[in-house]
């Protein structure tokens, strides 16, 4: 079956760096976009970003945009989030997900698989 487990979360100072990794299990990951969503307490979940099937295409929510990149390695079924410049508003769970088809995109509702999420907390 399909497993997301969604790894590298943890307290960081604000200004500070953090990657998060997301393996990926039970399916073809080369065949299809990921994305990365984030809860934060008390509000809806939202899109962060994501990355098409092989790479070429990426997009990103307003909020993170400049300081955040998302990667994938499609050899080790692997993608990642390299968030940088942190701030306290970044505190959340981070989830990644997938399922939705081979490009990007930002509709929650597009992705039938989830991964159980990582705690990042930003400190001021």
């Known amino acids: 079956q399909v497993q997301l487990v969604e790894s590298g979360g943890g307290l960081v100072q604000a200004g500070g760096s953090l990657r998060l990794s997301c393996k990926a299990s039970?399916?073809?990951?080369?065949?299809?976009?990921m994305g990365w969503f984030r809860q934060a307490p008390g509000k809806e979940r939202e899109f962060v970003a994501g990355?098409?099937?092989?790479?070429?295409?990426?997009n990103y929510g307003d909020s993170v945009k400049g300081r955040f990149t998302i990667s994938r390695d499609n050899a080790k079924d692997t993608v990642s989030l390299q968030m940088n410049s942190l701030k306290t508003e970044d505190t959340a769970v981070y989830y990644c997900?997938?399922?939705?088809?081979?490009?990007?995109?930002?509709?929650?509702?597009?992705?039938?698989?989830w991964g159980q999420g990582t705690q990042v907390t930003v400190s001021s």
């Open positions: 990355i098409s099937w092989l790479g070429g295409s990426t």
């Open positions: 039970g399916f073809t990951f080369r065949s299809y976009a």
């Open positions: 997900a997938t399922g939705g088809g081979r490009t990007v995109t930002m509709i929650e509702g597009s992705y039938p698989y």
